[in-house]
């Protein structure tokens, strides 16, 4: 038996084209029992493969191929190891490492870790040696022993019976030199070894599109003789039986791939909101909880409302009882599912933007239908008034956060979200990563430029992709769909050639962008719930996971358009 604990996954956006679902239906189809996501120097996969993995009865390893500095003599030099969660702390410690990373030491345009961080966040982390890219493996084929041990010793001590010596076996020159150098070592140092496979791709024969996938990112050309190959044909994900006979001479380094998955025990709490704490001030001297503020200020704001819609006192005193009997309606249903918080964070930044001299729209979507919205002056609308119902914004059968549309000036948006950053805590407060994909007619011309065909032929198959703003549409549903793509894929080499491949590479994950409006508010440090990223070149920082993956880990989106 045996778990594959290297895998490079469409996140790692360069260097892989294994799509999480597929590499998760492969373990599950070969019956391994566990099985690791380690993209480089992040974890924006990881939430979609934890929840993939656990849905096919497969135990999900998060962890994290890094870049090192700090080893040996030359402070500034780098390696590569990787790192696995065994645990909550050790989770919440990769999330610290690679934040930091990204947002204090880009290097050449990748996160370095820093070996003083490491050392400071180890715990409820493992680490593998990284192989041949490691520092370990890179002394050992260079035939330097009295450094290879050197550094062993010192990340021995740092991962006490944590660190274990990786061997792979995928194709490569250095590779026997790199195998039999880390046996004996750890037979003379007493550690242990660890067989893993540098998966980049899921078959055997889908290595030219992962080709294509890295010539696209280098800007190169397929057919390049010239191009430093980086990768081997035998870097697809290989079954359990493939494993166990490539690495039948050292049974231990098998055996040890189970022994980590079992001490690998993460289990991530998913679907519960974490609100931040919104601070209560007193009221006449008087320390209220936050359910009896939201009521106070709640039916305070409908008076003041109501004194602007009803300037006579007795048209007043006649329209009150409904108004009144809609709002308890409306508070003891979020008071009921949890969310007065949400509606005072709200509510407070936008009254600082419409103090501060930040024009703020009068509300839109389902959040008008609220009159607590009305009331705190979230929305400027009167919900009775156009018969607006609450039901659509929030409902107890359907539990979700509430989500208010809020529209602030463009030239003043930053200011209300620098507002939240002061009052919350910078470490409390970021926007929201997206990823970009490839789709159809952009993987045709990015793979007919790395094919080398003329852009004038790729350009013309690519226009002949249906153009529907609102409808996804693929390839193939664009060959059924339009009679002369499908003429040409019948009768053309070169158009057959061209499609076969982007095909594979359709879909997949591109770039890392920002969410045009998303803004994240946390209760607390933000790595205690997603790890950050941070665009080389810019000052902001995102989470490393989408809107749907900081939702599901609890953290509350607030949209600022």
Not at 172 to 185: F, I, K, N, S
Not at 239 to 248: E, P, Y
Not at 450 to 463: A, N
């Amino acid at each position: 038996m045996f778990v594959h604990l290297r895998l490079h996954s469409e996140f790692s956006i360069v260097d892989s084209t294994c799509r999480i679902d597929d590499v998760v239906q492969a373990a599950a189809e070969d019956h391994q029992p566990a099985l690791a996501i380690t993209d480089l120097s992040n974890l924006f996969g990881a939430i979609k493969f934890y929840k993939a993995a656990r849905g096919k009865g497969v135990q999900p390893i998060l962890g994290a191929e890094i870049f090192l500095e700090g080893l040996g003599a030359d402070p500034l030099a780098l390696s590569r190891v990787m790192v696995l969660v065994q645990s909550s702390q050790g989770y919440l410690n990769l999330s610290e490492l690679l934040a930091r990373a990204w947002t204090q030491n880009v290097v050449k345009a990748q996160a370095v870790v820093k070996l003083a961080w490491l050392q400071e966040l180890s715990e409820g982390l493992i680490l593998l040696s990284g192989a041949q890219a490691g520092p370990v493996g890179q002394a050992l084929v260079q035939g330097d022993e009295s450094r290879a041990t050197e550094v062993a010793l010192q990340l021995a001590s740092i991962f006490p019976h944590r660190f274990y010596l990786e061997l792979q076996r995928a194709g490569r020159p250095e590779d026997a030199v790199q195998v039999a150098g880390a046996v004996r070592l750890a037979a003379r140092l007493s550690l242990p070894v660890v067989a893993t496979h540098p998966v980049q791709f899921l078959h055997e024969d889908d290595y030219e599109a992962h080709e294509a996938r890295v010539c696209i990112s280098e800007g190169e050309i397929l057919g390049n003789q010239r191009r430093v190959r980086k990768f081997t044909g035998d870097q697809y994900f290989k079954t359990s039986a493939q494993m166990c006979a490539l690495f039948a001479d050292v049974p231990s380094a098998l055996a040890n791939t189970l022994e980590i998955a079992k001490r690998c025990n993460l289990t991530l709490v998913l679907g519960k909101p974490q609100l931040p704490n919104f601070p209560i001030p007193p009221v006449n001297g008087v320390v209220m909880s936050v359910e009896d503020y939201f009521r106070h200020v709640s039916h305070e704001g409908l008076e003041a409302r109501l004194r602007h819609l009803y300037p006579n006192e007795d048209r007043r005193s006649a329209e009150r009882p409904r108004y009144t009997e809609r709002l308890e309606f409306e508070l003891n249903t979020i008071l009921k599912m949890g969310f007065p918080g949400y509606f005072l964070i709200v509510g407070d930044f936008i009254q600082w933007a419409k103090s501060n001299g930040c024009p703020v729209g009068p509300g839109r979507g389902s959040g008008a239908g609220s009159l607590v919205a009305y009331s705190l002056k979230i929305t400027d609308l009167d919900p009775l008034q156009y018969n607006l119902l609450f039901e659509r914004f929030l409902n107890p059968e359907r539990v979700s956060m509430p989500d208010f549309d809020i529209d602030f000036c463009q030239g003043n948006r930053d200011r209300v979200i620098d507002y939240v950053k002061l009052k919350y805590g910078k470490d409390a407060v970021s926007q929201i990563a997206t990823f970009g994909t490839m789709a159809a007619r952009a993987a045709i011309r990015d793979v007919g430029r790395v094919l080398d065909m003329s852009y004038t032929f790729c350009d013309g198959i690519s226009k002949l992709i249906p153009n529907k703003p609102g409808t996804h549409i693929t390839i193939d549903g664009a060959i059924k769909a339009e009679p002369v793509l499908a003429e040409r894929l019948a009768k053309e080499e070169d158009v057959k050639t061209l499609l076969a491949l982007a095909q594979k590479l359709e879909g997949m994950t591109r770039n890392v962008g920002m969410h045009a409006g998303g803004v994240l508010i946390a209760p607390g440090k933000l790595t205690d719930f997603t790890p950050l990223y941070q665009q080389p070149g810019s000052d902001s920082a995102v989470s490393q996971y989408d809107k749907d993956d900081v939702e599901a880990v609890g953290l509350v989106k607030f949209d600022f358009l």
